[in-house]
């Protein structure tokens, strides 16, 4: 079956950093997009950025842009999100998701880490 597993998690302080890994299994990675999603407590899930299979192509949400970075390594199945830059405001649970369907929502979706920036 197919899995998404997301780690790199934790506390960090306003204006720091922290690197999320999202290891997938189960299916042909290579050729699937894949999102970064984050939530909080009563608030819809909003995507964060987005990378397309052949990597060339990336979206990312305005909060984020210039602070964030969303890459892949296909060979090890896994896609990464660099965030810098940290703000109170970034604090919810990540989650990673993979195969974008013709209506853009994703197939599959991993448990989440959790992210907390404190000042």
């Known amino acids: 079956q197919v899995q998404l597993v997301e780690s790199g998690g934790g506390l960090v302080q306003v204006g720091g950093s922290l690197s999320l890994a999202c290891a997938a299994s189960?299916?042909?990675?290579?050729?699937?997009?894949v999102g970064w999603f984050r939530q909080t407590p009563g608030k819809e899930r909003e995507i964060v950025a987005s990378i397309r299979r052949s990597g060339g192509t990336t979206y990312y949400q305005n909060s984020v842009k210039g602070r964030f970075t969303i890459s892949r390594d296909n060979d090890k199945n896994t896609v990464y999100l660099q965030m810098n830059s940290l703000r109170p405001e970034d604090t919810a649970v990540y989650y990673c998701a993979a195969v974008e369907r013709p209506d853009g929502s994703y197939g599959y979706w991993g448990q989440g880490t959790q992210v907390t920036v404190s000042s």
């Open positions: 189960g299916l042909t990675f290579r050729l699937q997009n």
